[in-house]
């Protein structure tokens, strides 16, 4: 049996250079009855704990490090910890500099790496590097859920913000051109905000969005 995906919304701000905005979260939830692993922990923690529940929770991995997908990670890692069996936070390293920004004590993280495989509950999650949202941003594709969670990478109607700091446009479209849009057309998209698509949906409008810019 694989792994079912529970999802919630939560709600709070993002804030970057000097900006404060009032968003709307996915958050992921990936597992069986026994185990499970969270996309994201931004805003309500006690939320979040409640959809995770008596399960082991083996990680919690960050599809990258803005505070609206973050800010609340150390502390539900913590809170479903145990001795001699830490919950860590899973990052991309080139999202370091954007993770301090949020958590300058330097609450810990554990490295993510392109090709990368978490397994949850007999279900394989591979991660894919996917920059410029933010350098470290990443992908996770479950195959055999006929699933990607895309962060705010890629969102159904195009890609993610990059008018801000340590953003990209010219390398997220490449990111989605050479990742993303490789997967399977049938492959469900769910992402870190709003409403959720396929990549069939989408592939179409990539020449779209290269003539729109940014």
Same mark, same amino acid.
């Not at 079912?4 to 709070?12: A, E, I």
């Not at 709003?194 to 729109?212: F, K, N, V």
């Given at each position: 049996m694989s792994a079912?995906?529970?999802?919630? *919304? /939560?709600?709070?701000t993002f804030s970057l250079d000097g900006q404060t905005f009032d968003v709307d979260n996915n958050v992921w939830v990936v597992g069986d009855d026994r185990e499970c692993v969270v996309l994201d922990a931004p805003h309500d923690v006690d939320a979040i704990a409640a959809v995770v529940g008596g399960r082991r929770l083996l990680?919690? @991995?960050a /599809? $990258?490090?803005h505070d609206d997908h973050v800010r609340r990670a150390p502390e539900l890692a913590q809170r479903f910890s145990a001795p001699g069996h830490p919950v860590p936070v899973l990052l991309h390293p080139a999202d370091r500099e954007v993770w301090r920004l949020t958590h300058p004590d330097g609450a810990a993280t554990t490295d993510l790496s392109h090709g990368?495989? *978490?397994? &949850?509950?007999?279900?394989?999650?591979?991660? @894919? $590097? !996917? %920059?410029?949202? !933010?350098?470290?941003? &990443?992908? *996770?594709?479950?195959?055999? @859920?006929?699933?990607?969670? !895309?962060?705010? !990478?890629?969102?159904?109607?195009?890609?993610?913000?990059?008018g801000r700091s340590f953003s990209s446009f010219e390398t997220i479209t490449a990111s989605i051109? +050479?990742?993303?849009? *490789?997967? %399977?057309?049938?492959?469900?998209?769910? /992402?870190?905000? =709003?409403?959720?698509?396929?990549?069939? +949906?989408?592939?179409? $409008?990539?020449?779209?969005?290269?003539?729109? =810019?940014?």
């Open positions: 079912r995906v529970d999802h919630l *919304v /939560t709600s709070g990680a919690v @991995l /599809t $990258h490090a990368e495989v *978490v397994t &949850v509950a007999g279900t394989d999650l591979h991660v @894919l $590097h !996917t %920059p410029g949202h !933010t350098p470290g941003s &990443v992908c *996770v594709y479950a195959p055999q @859920l006929g699933t990607v969670f !895309t962060g705010d !990478t890629l969102f159904a109607g195009g890609p993610g913000a990059t051109r +050479d990742v993303l849009l *490789v997967l %399977p057309p049938e492959t469900r998209v769910l /992402t870190g905000h =709003g409403e959720s698509t396929t990549i069939g +949906d989408e592939a179409p $409008h990539l020449q779209e969005w290269l003539d729109r =810019g940014h």
